[in-house]
């Protein structure tokens, strides 16, 4: 089966402390997207990548990093620098030019107190 | 700066009872227009991409229509199963720009 996959699900962690969401696709897309849902906003850009070894922030990327090592996996790091990490995590993905469709993950909730 | 707006926020139907969500945007040059479905909880799920005025696409129950302002997603003899928040996105034509600017969606209730 084609698709995302993130993980985990669920993801606690207390304030102070950094923490690595997982995005993997199979899709064979060159694109790859984060993005940050809070209530009563539309998603918001935090970084993408279109090729390997490449990315570049969006409008939040502050107190966010990432890596583009394989074409397949976008791993997120939300570091203690950003303010209010509380959020539905999705991360997507796009064939690239030839295709602009974004295809979403399930996504990440994370929680932090 | 590019602006997508949605109305009604929210809208409850019967069972049956057609009706059309709206999607308002502003944008240098429209590369696209998307629509996708969000269940609670899950990520969005695509619909529809719209390109130009004047093009619709159809699935199922819904139809998109696209204008040089605007987008419509209508419902037709709608389902419990149609119930969902509706997201529109709109996407810049700049190559390069890969940047989605998303509205704050339309959350539907089809009521039995």
Known sequence: DGGITQSP?????KEGQNVTLSCEQNLNHDAMYWYRQDPGQGLRLIYYSQIVNDFQKGDIAEGYSVSREKKESFPLTVTSA????TAFYLCASSIGETGIEQYFGPGTRLTVT | EDQVT???EALRLQEGESSSLNCSYTVSGLRG????????????????TLYSAGE??????LKATLTKKESFLHITAP???DSATYLCAVRRANFGNEKLTFGTGTRLTIIP
């Open chain 2, 33 to 48: 227009l998307f629509w996708y479905r969000q269940d609670p909880g899950k990520g969005p799920e695509f619909l529809f």
């Open chain 1, 82 to 85: 950003q303010k209010n990490p």
């Open chain 2, 56 to 61: 619709e696409k159809e699935k199922e129950r």
């Open chain 2, 79 to 81: 389902k419990p199963e």
């Open chain 2, 6 to 8: 949605q109305s009604p």
């Open chain 1, 9 to 13: 699900k669920y993801l606690f962690r």
